[in-house]
């Protein structure tokens, strides 16, 4: 079993910065690749950036690509998410999930684990 917890949600102008984190917990936590997933209001839920376990590869989906970075703290414990150049289009609940595939890690529907979420919200 795999806790999740997102922390740093919160209200942000268009262009301006913010930084998430996810601490995982769980016996095997650490051997799960890690990612995270936002839903906006009347939306699917859907694919943001993930990072792999084995060697920190990175994949983004490409609306992020350039303005979002994820990272591990050197526990493997704690995920971060930095995101930059905010856009009222980003503004979203973000979801922590975890999942130890890496081929459908940009899939919703095959995520094992998931956090609560946090609540980002970008004004223009």
């Known amino acids: 079993q795999v806790q999740l917890v997102e922390s740093g949600g919160g209200l942000v102008q268009a262009g301006g910065s913010l930084r998430l984190s996810c601490v995982g917990s769980?016996?095997?936590?650490?051997?799960?690749?890690m990612g995270w997933f936002r839903q906006a209001p009347g939306k699917e839920r859907e694919f943001v950036g993930a990072?792999?376990?084995?060697?920190?590869?990175?994949r983004y989906t490409n609306s992020v690509k350039g303005r979002f970075t994820i990272s591990r703290g050197n526990a493997k414990n704690t995920m971060t998410l930095q995101m930059d150049s905010l856009k009222p289009e980003d503004t979203a609940v973000y979801y922590c999930?975890?999942?130890?595939?890496?081929?459908?890690?940009?899939?919703?529907?095959?995520?094992?684990?998931w956090g609560k979420g946090t609540l980002v919200t970008v004004s223009s």
């Open positions: 999930a975890a999942d130890p595939r890496w081929a459908t890690m940009t899939r919703p529907g095959g995520i094992d684990y």
């Open positions: 769980g016996r095997t936590y650490s051997r799960y690749h």
């Open positions: 990072i792999n376990w084995i060697d920190d590869n990175t």
